[in-house]
């Protein structure tokens, strides 16, 4: 048997080298197209629920929220551990599944269940994103030397260009921003002017609520075309909130506007308390990209770091 091996590779000299070189190159391409992973995915297939119920307590989240959602969800099929935590305003639900389950089944199982539990007004709970314990693939910040671009302004190019950006690479599950103030308008009121005008802090907010919006207004036809009508009240700056009615009827034989009552900019919102470090700039904007689970990980952190961002992919 070997000898007859032998003379056919000596008869076939060609081919034979012919089928060592296409065997080689296959090799080089397996060897850099072989996933290679620092730690390998070894978590359980899971699920988690969150449920946020802003201003109230561990105790009234864990009765009306965190245990009804644990009764609805205790029969689910393949199930193996069910855990919860109930903060202040806040419900998570890990459920933990055997491996004779896909990750696509146990999601869509939790979110039939999820339809069937009754809640307290106004809360709606979600199914968290479908990534792995080790997929959390990147970690960015965001810093600027140039004096136009502060600190709020890096959160909006974070917000709207950045996490855009990184979204569009494929299998890419979620990009969680963090850190940097939120910009804001703020409308500073004189209780002292509010007394002289006789109006009330509901007044002015339910002016500034009224005139922050677009509507529709149908359409108007000239000859063969018709023009759409339409009213744009969003506003694009800070001394536009100050020209909202504070008021429809006249005040002394005039409209109130809020710039008399109050003083309009630009402004950061109050930053709440969490784990970045504080520079000599302020809170650093900051990201978290997670990776779905069972993809590569090595791959995909090469795509982020290629990934170009333009602002052009901003609002």
Request: aromatic content about 8%; some cysteine.
């Amino acid at each position: 048997m070997i000898r007859a091996l032998i003379d056919f590779a000596l008869r076939n000299r060609l081919m034979i080298l012919g089928a060592s070189l296409v065997l080689f190159a296959w090799g080089i391409f397996s060897f850099h197209a072989l996933p290679i992973e620092a730690y390998p995915d070894v978590a359980d297939t899971y699920a988690q629920v969150i449920t946020q119920w802003p201003g109230h307590a561990a105790e009234e989240v864990e009765q009306q929220i965190t245990v009804p959602l644990e009764v609805e969800l205790n029969g689910v099929d393949h199930l193996t551990h069910l855990r919860s935590v109930s903060l202040m305003g806040l419900s998570i639900i890990t459920i933990i599944y055997d491996d004779n389950i896909t990750t696509f089944n146990a999601r869509q199982e939790v979110l039939d269940r999820l339809q069937l539990v009754t809640l307290p007004p106004g809360v709606n709970p979600g199914i968290g994103p479908d990534y792995s314990p080790t997929g959390q693939i990147m970690f960015y910040s965001l810093t600027s030397t140039n004096p136009k671009y502060d600190v709020m302004e890096l959160k909006s190019l974070n917000d709207w260009v950045v996490v855009n950006q990184l979204k569009s690479v494929p299998n890419i599950v979620d990009v969680n921003p963090f850190g940097g103030p939120t910009r804001e308008y703020q409308v500073q009121l004189d209780p002292g002017k509010l007394v002289a005008y006789g109006l009330s802090l509901s007044q002015v907010e339910n002016a500034l609520v009224a005139n922050n919006i677009n509507a529709g207004g149908g359409f108007i036809e000239r000859g063969e075309q018709a023009l759409n009508v339409r009213a744009v009240g969003l506003m694009q700056a800070a001394f536009e909130a100050g020209l909202a009615y504070a008021r429809e009827r006249k005040v002394f034989g005039r409209a109130v506007f809020d710039y008399e009552l109050s003083k309009v900019k630009l402004a950061r919102m109050a930053a709440a308390a969490g784990p970045l470090t504080v520079t000599r700039s302020g809170r650093p904007e900051s990201g978290l990209a997670t990776v779905r689970s069972g993809q590569n990980c090595r791959a995909l952190t090469s795509r982020n770091s290629s990934r170009p961002c333009t602002p052009s992919s901003r609002p």
